[in-house]
């Protein structure tokens, strides 16, 4: 079982993959914890993706590729994940080709997002009022395209991310087992 989780930043990817991982027994992946980690070291990669994750701005494509390809090729991975944050883009979706079963948009409006997100606390540094809007900005202008890849294909299921975590959990996990 290999999952995509998509939505904008505050529509609870995490918590959802989190509890999909649990239920479903796949390991649960996002490319911005990755992201975040290796922002941390004090490599020239570190340093830049620290910036580049400070900003609002996407990780280019080349780079979120070689990056997350290499994890998903770790043999945790083998038998499924669920993945979020990846692909952003068409050209990453491409790359990913068929090895994506399905794509859950967990869809939210941009006002419940930013009121999501402004109360939670949080120590990161991405998380500026206007890389928040920078992100969401991007993922409607970018990310959009993903969702018409995957929608054209017959992967996407669009759950409504504006309910409780219990009721997306459970229209996400009635939506995956439909489709097993």
């Known amino acids: 079982m290999k999952i995509?989780?998509?939505?904008?930043?505050?529509?609870g990817k995490s918590t959802q993959g989190n509890?999909?991982?649990?239920?479903?027994?796949?390991?649960?992946?996002?490319?911005g914890h990755i992201f975040r980690q290796m922002s941390k070291s004090k490599t020239r990669?570190?340093?830049w993706l620290k910036e580049t994750l400070n900003s609002g701005a996407l990780v280019p494509d080349a780079t979120a590729?070689?990056?997350?390809?290499?994890?998903?090729h770790r043999p945790e991975y083998?038998?499924?994940y669920i993945m979020d944050g990846f692909p952003?883009?068409?050209?990453?979706?491409?790359?990913?080709g068929d090895e994506v079963d399905m794509v859950v948009l967990i869809d939210v409006s941009d006002k419940e997002a930013l009121w999501r997100i402004s109360g939670r606390v949080s120590d990161r540094?991405?998380?500026?009022l206007q890389a928040l809007r920078k992100r969401i900005?991007?993922?409607?202008e970018v990310t959009s395209d993903v969702l018409k890849y995957y929608e054209k294909v017959g992967k996407l299921i669009k759950i409504d991310g504006e309910q409780t975590v219990e009721e997306v959990f459970a229209d996400i996990t009635k939506a995956i087992e439909a489709r097993q």
């Open 4 to 11: 995509v989780l998509v939505g904008i930043q505050g529509a």
């Open 78 to 80: 083998s038998k499924g």
């Open 19 to 31: 509890m999909m991982s649990e239920k479903f027994g796949v390991p649960y992946l996002s490319s």
């Open 88 to 96: 952003r883009t068409e050209a990453q979706a491409e790359v990913l």
């Open 125 to 128: 540094e991405d998380e500026t």
């Open 137 to 140: 900005e991007l993922f409607h």
């Open 65 to 72: 590729v070689e990056i997350v390809m290499e994890y998903l």
């Open 45 to 47: 990669l570190g340093r």
